[in-house]
């Protein structure tokens, strides 16, 4: 069965202090993976697509990388703006949608 | 370009009432989907359109239903609303990376 986890559920940082999010999935073949950042009370916001195992994505303070079970999503020196939910997703084969991870929601503290 | 559109943006109905959730979409995608996010549930599948005239079953179908007539509209319709409904409500479109509307809080008292 498809399936994507992420971790940290909840991840609350000082502002500039760096870290990473888990994104690992259980896929049958494997046609991209996909980081999303949800404000409060808005859609997604697409960010990254990656397709095969190191590759990298980077935006701003934002880097994404891919293995063969796993992507993170590292942010260097976050600021206070970066405050979100991020999700990832990959497609179902089948159907040609997307099955979403649960996301981080990550809070920087000035 | 406004991308997907969706309206209402918040809406509070009755148990037993119907109402349409309109979504359109000006950047000519094929698919088109709709998703329902509960907290800490994450993201689920209603329905989904790979183009016009063709819809199928979601991860979440019942309850609901949709029609695409068109390329650029795919409306979700919600026959007998029922608590259970209580959501919010995201309609995409993708050609490859998926691209999502404002969404609509539904709330069923």
């Known amino acids: 069965e498809d399936q994507v986890t992420q971790s940290p559920e909840a991840l609350r940082l000082q502002e500039g202090e760096s870290s990473s999010l888990n994104c690992s999935y259980t896929?049958?073949?494997?046609?991209?993976l996909f980081w999303y950042r949800q404000d409060p009370g808005k859609g997604p916001e697409f960010l990254f697509t990656?397709?095969?195992a190191g590759e990298e994505k980077e935006k701003e303070r934002l880097k994404a990388t891919l293995t063969k079970k796993e992507s993170f999503l590292h942010i260097t020196a976050p600021k206070p703006e970066d405050s979100a939910t991020y999700l990832c997703?990959?497609?179902?084969?089948?159907?040609?949608?997307?099955?979403f991870g649960k996301g981080t929601k990550l809070s920087v503290k000035p | 370009n406004a991308g997907v559109t969706q309206t209402p943006k918040f809406r509070i109905l009755k148990i037993g009432q119907s109402m349409t959730l309109q979504c359109t979409q000006d950047?000519?995608?094929?698919?088109m989907y709709w998703y329902r996010q509960d907290p800490g549930m994450g993201l689920k599948l209603i329905y989904y359109s790979v183009g016009a005239g063709i819809t199928d079953k979601g991860e979440v179908p019942n309850g609901y239903n949709v029609s695409r007539s068109t390329t650029e509209d795919f409306p979700l319709r919600l026959e007998l609303a029922a608590p259970s409904q209580t959501s919010v409500y995201f309609c995409a479109s993708s050609y490859t990376e998926a691209f999502f509307g404002q969404g609509t809080r539904l709330t069923v008292v």
């Open positions: 997703a990959v497609p179902v084969r089948s159907q040609g949608n997307l099955i």
């Open positions: 990656l397709y095969s």
């Open positions: 896929v049958s073949g494997l046609r991209g």
């Open positions: 950047m000519n995608h094929n698919y």
